[in-house]
Structure formats: structure tokens, C-alpha cells
């Protein structure tokens, strides 16, 4: 693939809610292939999640998409060299990029919190994204954070 992007694969929903964000966040949360393992996890948290949050109106479903929404970062900061120095250029990120790094900082973050299993762990970290704290999203403001101390290096954009 010298030239060409390669082709954008589609990816079909899951079983149970029919969404192909969650085949997406599984398939982000799978080790060694074992998706139904991932599945299970997945199936399992969100069940945690509905116990925990009884009072709330929504479905868990809803929840995990609004924790989602509540650590998906807006911009970043990437290295750019000019002249001998290295400069941390702020950039907007597209979309689907957006997404995929969400995703993976809950799934990082629920892996680094204590807890019995993968499912208790990644439904505490949804609850707390859904609350607007927690380890992704204090990742989210750090990069807004660092983008915004570095507003001035916007003009080396690329």
C-alpha cells in the first residue's frame, strides 16, 4: 500500500443491542482472539453498570455511551521538529480517531483499577466516566490541558 489507503472495513453489530460501536469496543477489549470472552465482559459490566446506577433513567446501554462521550478528547498534541527544536503542536482529531482513543483509555484504565474481575473493574470505570471522573477522563483533561498551554505552537500545523 504505497499509495492507497487501504479499505475501510465494515463492522457488523453485536448480537445483543444490534450496535456496531460495542463490536468496536470489544474488539479493543479482546486478548488472543477470545471474543466471546470479550463479549461476556462487555455483557457482564454493563450489567454491573444497571445494578449501580438503578436511580438513573437511562439503560446502561445509554450510560456507557455517555461515558464514552464524556472521555472522548476533542484535541491532542503531537510532536512536530522545526529548526533543532521539538515543538507540542495542538491538532484537532478526526473522528473516528476520536472513538478509538476513547475506547482504548476506559479499557486502559479499567485494566489498572483494583478489583475481582475484568467486568466489576470496566463497570466501575464506565460509572465513573459517566460521572466525569475517574483515570480516562483526568486523561481527557490532561490533554486539553497540554493542547491549551500550547495554543501558541498552532501555527506549525501540518
Known amino acids: 500500500m504505497r499509495k492507497s489507503r487501504p479499505k475501510k472495513r465494515i463492522i ?23 471474543k466471546n470472552l470479550a463479549f461476556t ?21 445509554e450510560i456507557w455511551k455517555q461515558a464514552l462521550e464524556n472521555i472522548t478528547p476533542q484535541v491532542e498534541v503531537k510532536s512536530r521538529r522545526v529548526g ?32 475481582r474481575n475484568m467486568a466489576e473493574r470496566l463497570a466501575a470505570e464506565v460509572v465513573a466516566a459517566y460521572n466525569q471522573e475517574g483515570g480516562a477522563y483526568k ?6 490541558r497540554m493542547a491549551e498551554a500550547n495554543k501558541a505552537f498552532a501555527h506549525f500545523r501540518f
Not at 476520536?98 to 484504565?109: C, D, E, G, R
Not at 486523561?139 to 486539553?144: C, P, R
Open 84 to 115: 533543532g527544536a521539538t515543538f507540542q503542536v495542538p491538532m484537532e482529531i478526526r473522528g473516528d480517531r476520536k472513538v478509538s482513543v476513547s475506547m482504548k483509555n476506559l479499557i486502559l484504565f479499567a485494566r489498572k483499577r483494583p478489583g
Open 139 to 144: 486523561k481527557k483533561e490532561d490533554t486539553h
Open 12 to 34: 457488523l453489530p453485536d448480537p445483543k443491542f444490534n450496535d456496531p460501536y460495542v463490536t468496536r469496543f470489544v474488539n479493543n477489549l479482546m486478548f488472543s482472539g477470545k
Open 41 to 61: 465482559i462487555f455483557y457482564d459490566s454493563l450489567d454491573i453498570v444497571g445494578e449501580k446506577l438503578k436511580n438513573a433513567d437511562k439503560s446502561p446501554l
